[in-house]
T-cell receptor
Framework: DTAVSQTPKYLVTQMGNDKSIKCEQN?????MYWYKQDSKKFLKIMFS???????INETVPNRFSPKSPDKAHLNLHINSLELGDSAVYFC???????????FGPGTRLTVL | DQQVKQNSPSLSVQEGRISILNCDYT??????FLWYKKYPAEGPTFLIS?????DKNEDGRFTVFLNKSAKHLSLHIVPSQPGDSAVYFC???????????????FGKGTHLIIQP
């Protein structure tokens, strides 16, 4: 049983489109995260979210917005996609803030 | 400015020998350190962690050493096996981040290759 799952695994789209990536965790964790791994292979935090608050990395453009319909899901919405958004996006979750995080398999986004 | 550095992009080790992966950090607020293993086209998998109150944590073939004064940690794998070939990421965070504000800060990774 997959602990942290993401869909889709691959996403190819045109510049200017709006897209979403879904994330679900069945670990009963309180906090979920989105990371971006760029072409230089750096994994960087984009958002962290629990039922109390959303923390946004200040470098993330406001075209990116996380949406959490419930505790087990944190979806990533991206508006007006740009070429530089091409990357692998990882969702993760942890029991409490700062605890060990468990990652999803990643979504490779390609913007043409 | 990289707060977590893995200066070796790749490391080649013979099967059965010890693999030593190194990681340095600059942020004194980091209290909790983790190693993740990543295969191509998969997400990082948690391997082992250590908090700053310890200087060593062992789990089977994997041991993590922390030298807080030097701001350095290392992962030892012994004996190395072919299935250990992967990219290893060092990560750090304040143990109590008060809201998960910063998430984990990752190094760039070291590609470990185990040779038969």
């Amino acid at each position: 049983d997959t602990a942290v799952s993401q869909t889709p695994k691959y996403l190819v789209t045109q510049m200017g489109n709006d897209k979403s990536i879904k994330c679900e965790q069945n670990l009963g964790h309180d906090t979920m995260y989105w990371y971006k791994q760029d072409s230089k292979k750096f994994l960087k935090i984009m958002f962290s979210y629990n039922n109390k608050e959303l923390i946004i990395n200040e470098t993330v453009p406001n075209r990116f917005s996380p949406k959490s319909p419930d505790k087990a899901h944190l979806n990533l919405h991206i508006n007006s996609l740009e070429l530089g958004d091409s990357a692998v996006y990882f969702c993760a979750s942890s029991q409490v803030d700062g605890d060990t995080q468990y990652f999803g398999p990643g979504t490779r986004l390609t913007v043409l | 400015d990289q707060q977590v550095k893995q200066n070796s992009p790749s490391l080649s080790v013979q099967e059965g020998r010890i693999s030593i992966l190194n990681c340095d950090y600059t942020n004194s607020m980091f209290d909790y350190f983790l190693w993740y293993k990543k295969y191509p086209a998969e997400g990082p998998t948690f391997l082992i962690s250590i908090s700053s109150i310890k200087d060593k944590n062992e789990d089977g073939r994997f041991t993590v050493f922390l030298n807080k004064s030097a701001k350095h940690l290392s992962l030892h794998i012994v004996p190395s096996q072919p299935g250990d070939s992967a990219v290893y990421f060092c990560a750090a965070s304040p143990l109590y981040s008060g809201g998960g504000a910063d998430g984990l800060t990752f190094g760039k990774g070291t590609h470990l290759i185990i040779q038969p």
